[in-house]
């Protein structure tokens, strides 16, 4: 039986363990990141993967840095004839990579060399994308650039968010893999090289991407609207106060009005003015201290002082 060392850390690689498990591959161990502080009371909680390696009895091991030597050499030890990764966080070392007999394989949230780096759900609607999709690939020392083994493409809809997509990508990731184990361990697949040139990059999110330019085209501000939900969210400001905008829609206007404005208020949504003729209807927000909740909510409430002519933004 193929002996296999998982390595994973959030929400979209529980699925992708699970249908290892599934398979019937030996899971000799798992690799997350440690503990962290979670929400305004910062309790420590484990990461997902963590809590799905312990329900099926699966020793877990959780180096701050996978680099240091005695958190190294205690993984080296499990002698895996395969590391699996997704969404780990860290970039392993050669001594790592070059150990298992199959060698080590990371399941990437895009068709590569597309959105290299830890945000590509995020950037793949950010950027208006149409289409993404998982890549599996060999891992080296160098971020996301490793030979691909395999893909499989995922449509983007007009209503997805980084949500959404993340769970639609997190669920293709799990059968593409399902797919590629039996080929990779019998010898049956040939690896394809990146092409360099073609690479672009998905960083992690900055805040300053987190804040709405209304001067700016709408379907951008619908995009970056869609595309940080639910984390971290785009926000504005209204009197100095922050609110953040989790949901919209886009709305053709025929008269331009200055980026920002409020040009409508309805009982489920407050319409703003953007960059071009394509406003954007505010359907869910929260403001500064509160909890998410609808626009009609909000109207009811502190929302109710508000007009038209308003301005949204600093």
Not at 109 to 126: C, F, Q, T, V, W
Not at 275 to 292: F, H, M, N, R, Y
Request: charged residues 25%.
């Amino acid at each position: 039986m193929t002996k296999i060392v998982f390595m994973g850390t959030p929400d979209f690689s529980v699925p992708i363990l699970r249908q290892v498990i599934a398979d019937g591959y030996e899971v000799i161990g798992v690799v997350t990141q440690p503990d962290r502080p979670v929400g305004r009371k910062k309790v420590l909680t484990p990461p997902p993967v963590k809590v799905e390696a312990l329900k099926h009895g699966i020793p877990v091991f959780q180096p701050e840095k996978i680099r240091n030597p005695e958190e190294l050499s205690k993984i080296l030890e499990l002698k895996p004839d395969l590391i699996v990764t997704a969404a780990f966080g860290q970039i392993l070392p050669k001594e790592l990579l070059e150990a298992p007999k199959y060698g080590c394989i990371n399941v990437h949230a895009s068709l590569l060399p597309e959105l290299r780096g830890g945000a590509p759900i995020h950037y793949a609607i950010l950027q208006g994308k149409k289409k993404t999709g998982i890549t599996i690939m060999y891992m080296v020392e160098k971020l996301d650039a490793g030979d691909m083994l395999t893909k499989v493409e995922v449509p983007i809809t007009e209503e997805d968010t980084v949500g959404t997509l993340h769970d639609k990508l997190s669920i293709a990731g799990a059968k593409l893999l399902s797919e590629t184990l039996p080929l990779l361990i019998e010898g049956k697949l040939k690896a394809t090289p990146q092409n360099d040139s073609e690479a672009t990059f998905a960083p992690n999110i900055k805040r300053e991407q987190e804040k709405i330019n209304w001067s700016k085209t709408g379907t951008e501000i619908y995009n970056q609207i869609r595309g940080l939900n639910p984390w971290p969210v785009a926000f504005t400001t209204l009197n100095g106060q922050v609110i953040k905008i989790w949901k919209a829609e886009k709305v053709i206007v025929s008269k331009s009005h200055e980026p920002g404005s409020i040009i409508n208020i309805e009982h489920d949504g407050i319409t703003v003015s953007s960059g071009d003729g394509v406003a954007i209807k505010i359907l869910e927000l929260q403001p500064s201290g509160k909890t998410k909740m609808s626009s009609e909510q909000f109207l009811r409430g502190a929302g109710s002082k508000l007009s038209i002519g308003m301005k949204l933004g600093d």
